[in-house]
């Protein structure tokens, strides 16, 4: 399967911590990217290579994984970071790429 | 700084073609490992990878469009091109390209992306 599964919301309180996660089979194979995209903008990468972070990228935002699953983790959640969040990686053949269906985060 | 723009019709008929332009600067695209792909979002829906060009010339497409879709890029301007055929209302949609450069297998610079509506 070539498909990326995301929860499709959740919430956080303000400074508390959020993981988000990602499923698929191509996870077993290829690294994650992470994106998060606010309302009316382009995406905007905050985790590549599973762990990585751009520069630029405050440092609340990490990812892990394992297995068919990667995850992004906001460790103290700000208002800022209210925003659809969307998972990407190669599909099963290596060629091409797929996008997660989103998750809606929300910061009460 | 590197910077992409996307541009082309905001509207289109079903049946046409739609060509899309993204013109780029702070990088070329006849550096080893450096590539683009477009990307599009239908309105309230999901991301949806649609192609890529790398820059020995090699292409890649959605395996549900590749019947459709035709990228190709001129080094000299700095562009990269998209087509899309036969379009239809479905294919409504924000297009976005990205850079994606091979160190980090990643849409790491976007676009802001151009609104297109397939309507009679």
């Known amino acids: 399967s070539s498909e990326l599964t995301q929860d499709p919301a959740v919430s956080v309180a303000l400074g508390q911590t959020v993981r988000i996660t990602c499923q698929g089979d191509s996870l077993r194979l290829y690294y994650a990217s992470w994106y998060q995209q606010k309302p009316g903008q382009a995406p905007v990468l905050v985790i590549y290579g599973k762990i990585n972070r751009p520069s630029g990228i405050p440092d609340r935002f990490s990812g892990s994984g394992s297995g068919n699953t990667a995850s992004l983790t906001i460790t103290g959640a700000q208002a800022e970071d209210e925003a659809d969040y969307y998972c990407?990686?190669?599909?099963?053949?290596?060629?091409?790429?797929?996008f997660g269906t989103g998750t809606k985060v929300t910061v009460l | 700084q590197v910077t992409l723009k996307e541009s082309g019709p905001a509207l289109v008929k079903p049946t046409q073609t739609l060509t899309l332009t993204c013109t780029f600067s702070?990088?070329?695209?006849?550096?080893?490992?450096?590539?683009v792909s477009w990307i599009r979002q239908p309105p309230g829906k999901a991301l949806e990878w649609l192609a890529r060009i790398d820059w020995d010339d090699d292409k890649f497409y959605s395996t549900s469009l590749k019947t459709r879709l035709t990228i190709s890029k001129d080094t000299s301007k700095n562009q990269v091109v998209l087509t899309l055929t036969n379009m239809a209302p479905l294919d409504t949609a924000t297009y976005y390209c990205?850079?994606?450069?091979?160190?980090?297998?990643?849409?790491?610079?976007w676009g802001q992306g151009t609104m297109v509506t397939v309507s009679s």
């Open positions: 702070g990088f070329s695209l006849s550096t080893t490992g450096m590539r």
């Open positions: 990407n990686s190669r599909d099963s053949s290596g060629d091409r790429y797929v």
């Open positions: 990205a850079r994606v450069p091979y160190t980090k297998d990643a849409f790491d610079i």
